[in-house]
């Protein structure tokens, strides 16, 4: 029979990679299809952000004591919606939520998973016209199904991620998304109304010639991080620098560029954020899975992001993520200053 040869949509995809697993419940597949789904929602109001009424602060102040602007929830409530009326996910953690829900139904119980995310990254570029993001990142929950969802659930070490992914709202709409087997990138296609798979089998380059980090906070950084960012900006034998600096103030937007072209990038310890800015379960877990699968490494300067054990949902870390090599020279740098 002849068949046409054809993009898959991200639904395909899914579908067809639970086929190679005979045992699949085809759970995580539900669970990225609803992801989609309110990835769509989102950027259909994304996109209007400057015609409608949508635009501006929500007038509140989320749980981390940031302005909270109105798509920030409006696209929260589209993910918990998505989430909550699925069949595949147990309950909830969200940048924009004080504590996790349980969604505490009798199907919800008898999900598999758990879904944290950051409903829209890089909010103060929305009323710039400038690249947002959505982060997510899927558990399998630890506690026994048939029960709700408790903290330990939330509480677990990014190494223990079975999916992780990110939509960003760029000059197309993408949805990349990783699971141990691969990291793979899906572009809406507005003719069909579908994210097709655009970017198979994503692999971060060693080496890239970008390094990511806010300038405005040099100062405040620590010595070996402030001499190892002149390292980026000199030529040297060892780096083949200058690198080029690039910050766009969303990290997925950052991240995305450094996932395809090489890079680094870099949110360490300033002095009024001595623990860092990115929250560790919404925005540096996801990442570093992602870039890890994808052949990369994340650190938050001393030890791998996704070994460390969560204590608090909304914990911060400091983040170094990027291509292996340049990830490699940084590290060795540090061992070196600091010794
Ligand atoms: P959010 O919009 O979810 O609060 O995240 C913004 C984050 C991240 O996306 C970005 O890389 C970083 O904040 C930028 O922070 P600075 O402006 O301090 O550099
Ligand atoms: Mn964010
Ligand atoms: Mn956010």
Known sequence: MMVNRKILTLDEFTIQQMRAFPHATGELSNLLRDLGLAAKRINVEVNKAGLVDILGDAGEINVQGEDVKKLDVYANNQVMGVLKHGISCAGIGSEELDDFIAFDDPVSNNSKYVCMFDPLDGSGNIDVNVSIGTIFSVYRRVTPKG???????????????????????????????????????????????????????????????????????????????????????????????????????????DLHRNLIKGGIFMYPATKDKPKGKL????????????????????????????????????????????????????ESFLQRENA
Do not use: W
């Not at 994340?298 to 911060?316: F, S």
């Not at 983040?319 to 990830?327: Q, R, V």
């Open 147 to 253: 029960q709700p969802v408790s903290r330990e659930d939330f509480l677990q070490a990014g190494i223990n991620q079975v999916a992780a992914g990110y939509i960003v709202y760029g000059s197309s709409t993408m949805l990349v998304y990783a699971t141990r087997r691969g990291v793979n990138g899906f572009t809406l296609d507005p003719s069909i109304g579908e994210f097709s798979l655009s970017h198979p089998n994503i692999q971060c380059p060693e080496f890239g010639k970008i390094y990511s980090v806010n300038h405005g906070n040099f100062f405040q950084y620590e010595k070996p991080v402030q001499d190892y960012i002149q390292v980026c900006q000199q030529k040297t034998k060892e780096t083949g620098g200058p690198y080029t600096q690039r910050y766009i103030g969303s990290m997925v937007s």
């Open 279 to 330: 929250r560790l379960l919404y925005e540096c877990n996801p990442f570093a899975f992602i870039v890890e699968v994808a052949g990369g490494k994340a650190t938050n300067g001393k030890v791998r992001i996704l070994d460390i054990v969560p204590t608090e949902l909304h914990q911060r870390s400091t983040l170094f993520i990027g291509s292996k090599g340049m990830m490699e020279e940084l």
